[in-house]
């Protein structure tokens, strides 16, 4: 029998257009397209996994360029929609050779958009079975702008969706449990000091321009959600616009995208878990964890050699587990004055060569807390390079002359200069142009020679949302446009240092940690960290958004998460400086130890005003007992992390919905519970002066076994435990099948007594 060719398949497939026949996508998949209402269904064995609104178009498109207003890693943008399309025309469905199809071809949807003033644009919509991933289906959508002396400029898809369909992921969303009834925009910017909470936000945002953000402004740009429904949608890597996606509507999804060609892949999952699994099938999984991060604390401490001997010294006394000291200050500090504060804060040189002052011997006594104490040393590194000529105890190199001369620097085509990006008063910096490989070359020259040359385990990988969007930026690449390129930074950024990383022989025993990220970073990553929160309990952009934020990187396929414990920015509220307490630092450690992969500090950008883990013994004793009961657990999440979350991409921390997505109570948790591996629940003291919790057990048939009482209860009620300082709300779910929580039931049992002081 002779096949036909696909030049006749597509001849057939217009002969049967009108009658409308499914058309076979592969593995399953078909898409059936009634061209009367415009509308399109596509399903896997006869189960619908995607379709267009019933009497809606599911394309249009709109003119105008939108508004961005930027300043210091603060950006806002105001949309501008003009002559929006309101009608659409199918007038053609074909069968086309597709060269990543597994069975070679794609179906495409050709038509008009109609309404939308005097253009009249022609649009192609292609569906396709991936061979990479034959469990889903990929679309590419394009929009043909026409002749319109108004032409458009952006695309919006919409397609179905039901009022009982919630919404989780977009990377580090810190304010919301499900996202139903809002509109997420994708942009990597500075997520804002206080985000919402009042009057933090507003005092911020009067004293520097969009300064204190809102609830949806973020360090990370993904284009991505897992729904209740086990739906997974997300954009492709390439597809870096900046992106909304409107969830108000009970009955639709609508993303609305910056540019006029958008690509991006859609699929139905067994179960939310599964459906991370398919999500890092196409973004990869994050890189493993060295084991000695396990072992015990990462202390921040800033003030040089003989401080951090000190600190050291004394937490070893008190039994602390060390596990690594991270010294941010290693290249220098310099006073910021604040124009809101009668304080300074404390900022760092990025010129990255170690400070003479601080660190006369750098390298030496790396390897010295290594050889004596059995300490690894964390360093810092960002993507600026600061102008150190007013440093006051001088440089031996001033990376940003070299780098301007050698243009590796992002540029200002007005002045043919470094775009300078101020971050405050004396810092003004330019950001390493990645398009640039000279640039990157140089780059990796510095990294060898003055930053892994001391046997350092890793640093934190900073910023990455900073990249300008003026008409006058200009990239090495001048084929890029900023607006394009900058979502994508993140993932280039972090994409950087893995392949710096291939010269480094310690590498896989390093961590690098990240907040900013892009779509499909978090293959080059192996730890991100929940970004800047501020010193006290706040809803949005306190300690319960660090839970928040952690819970949406995991089912935004970034497994290996920790936050900040104390959190970093000291605020005001009009009457004065809020800084941290002994009380929420101590909290903040409860919460880390049985949170996070990573058991790290942070002074704050005020230290001396905030309680630090080592301001005295009472406070350096309950750290040192958090610090504990975080390495009490190590058996536990090196299990978790070795089995589900390198193979399966499945986080350490869960949101309830992703066990109980029927669960209308579980679906709108956001930081007062969580799943910690599947053994083990926990509800944390996020306000002060609590020492009992309310928590919902999700799961009517399971039974929660409260550690520190060990009282039984059953699933689908909200109980009242005690939760004295030391013994945050943790419970053992059902019977679990391993044996690697028994470390820290040991732990339980030695501590039950135990009353902390602060």
């Not at 003033?117 to 292609?126: K, L, N, Q, Y």
């Not at 060609?261 to 699929?267: A, D, E, L």
């Not at 300690?543 to 819970?551: L, P, R, Y």
């Amino acid at each position: 029998m002779r096949i036909p060719s696909l030049s006749l398949w597509a001849s057939l497939a217009a002969l049967c257009f009108g009658a409308h026949t499914p058309w076979d996508l592969g593995n399953g998949f078909e898409l059936t397209v009634n061209e009367n209402s415009n509308a399109l269904t596509i399903a896997n064995h006869g189960r619908s996994i995607w379709e267009s609104v019933p009497g809606q178009a599911f394309l249009s498109a709109s003119a105008g360029n939108d508004e961005v207003i930027a300043a210091n890693g603060n950006f806002k943008i105001n949309e501008v929609d003009r002559n929006k399309c309101t009608g659409q025309k199918i007038s053609d469905v074909a069968i086309r050779s597709w060269h990543d199809s597994k069975d070679g071809h794609a179906a495409v949807v050709q038509g008009h958009l109609t309404d939308c003033g005097d253009a009249t644009p022609h649009f192609s919509v292609a569906f396709w079975v991936p061979s990479q991933f034959p469990d889903r289906v990929a679309f590419s959508v394009k929009v043909d702008p026409g002749t319109s002396a108004d032409t458009a400029t952006k695309l919006y898809l919409t397609y179905r969706s039901s009022s009982s369909e919630d919404f989780y992921g977009f990377g580090a969303q810190g304010s919301f449990a499900s996202f139903k009834n809002q509109t997420v925009p994708i942009f990597s910017r500075e997520q804002g000091v206080g985000r919402g909470d009042q009057p933090t936000t507003r005092l911020e945002n009067e004293d520097s321009f969009f300064a204190g953000g809102d609830q949806f402004t973020t360090y990370t740009a993904v284009p991505q959600y897992i729904s209740s429904k086990s739906r997974v949608f997300h954009l492709t890597e390439e597809s870096s616009a900046y992106t909304t996606f409107n969830l108000t509507d009970p009955a639709a999804v609508t993303v609305r995208y910056g540019a006029l060609t958008m690509s991006g892949y859609f699929m139905q999952a067994e179960n939310m878990l599964n459906a991370i699994s398919v999500l890092t099938d196409y973004t990869g999984k994050m890189a493993a964890l060295p084991e000695w991060v396990d072992t015990g604390a990462v202390l921040a401490i800033q003030g040089g050699q003989t401080k951090v001997d000190r600190i050291v010294n004394q937490g070893l006394e008190l039994e602390c587990p060390i596990a690594a000291v991270w010294l941010q200050d290693w290249s220098g500090t310099h006073s910021q004055s604040v124009s809101y504060m009668s304080l300074n804060v404390s900022r760092l040189w990025w010129n990255w060569e170690s400070d003479k002052t601080l660190y006369p011997e750098w390298n030496e006594f790396v390897q010295s807390l290594r050889d004596q104490y059995n300490v690894r040393t964390l360093a810092y590194i960002n993507p600026f390079l600061a102008n150190v000529s007013t440093k006051p105890n001088g440089y031996r190199t001033n990376l940003y002359d070299e780098a301007s001369h050698g243009h590796f620097t992002i540029q200002n085509s007005t002045t043919n200069s470094t775009s300078v990006i101020s971050s405050g008063p004396g810092l003004d910096a330019g950001i390493l142009d990645l398009t640039n490989i000279a640039g990157r070359l140089w780059f990796k020259k510095v990294m060898l020679d003055q930053v892994w040359s001391a046997n350092i385990s890793g640093f934190m990988t900073d910023f990455g949302e900073y990249t300008p969007i003026y008409p006058d930026t200009q990239f090495y690449n001048k084929s890029i446009d900023p607006f394009f390129y900058h979502n994508a930074y993140p993932r280039e950024w972090a994409a950087l240092h893995q392949w710096i990383g291939k010269n480094v022989s310690s590498f896989s025993d390093a961590i690098l940690f990240h907040r900013s990220s892009s779509m499909a970073a978090n293959r080059h990553m192996n730890l991100y960290w929940a970004g800047d929160q501020n010193t006290n309990w706040g809803l949005n952009d306190g300690i319960k958004a660090a839970v928040t934020v952690m819970g949406h990187m995991g089912l935004s396929g970034y497994a290996h998460g920790h936050m900040e414990i104390g959190g970093y920015t000291t605020t005001w509220d009009g009457n004065g400086v809020v800084n941290r307490s002994s009380e929420l630092l101590g909290r903040w450690g409860e919460l880390a130890a049985v949170s996070s992969v990573v058991f790290r500090t942070h002074e704050g950008n005020v230290p001396h005003v905030n309680a630090q883990f080592y301001t005295n013994s009472t406070t350096y004793s309950w750290f040192s007992y958090n610090a504990r009961m975080f390495a009490s657990l190590a058996r536990y999440r090196r299990r978790v992390l070795e089995t589900e979350s390198r193979n399966l991409g499945w986080p350490l921390l869960r949101m309830p919905v992703l066990y109980h997505s029927d669960d209308e109570i579980a679906k709108a948790i956001s930081y007062q519970s969580f799943y910690l591996g599947s053994d083990l629940y926990v509800a944390p003291v996020l306000d002060p002066g609590r020492t009992s919790v309310e928590v919902y057990l999700p799961g009517k048939n399971e039974v929660f076994t409260h550690v520190w009482s060990d009282m039984k209860y059953r699933g689908g009620q909200t109980v009242c435990v005690s939760a004295p300082y030391g013994k945050p709300a943790v419970f053992v779910v059902g019977t679990p099948k391993n044996n690697d929580l028994e470390d820290f039931l040991q732990f339980v049992r030695q501590e039950n007594g135990t009353v902390i002081h602060f």
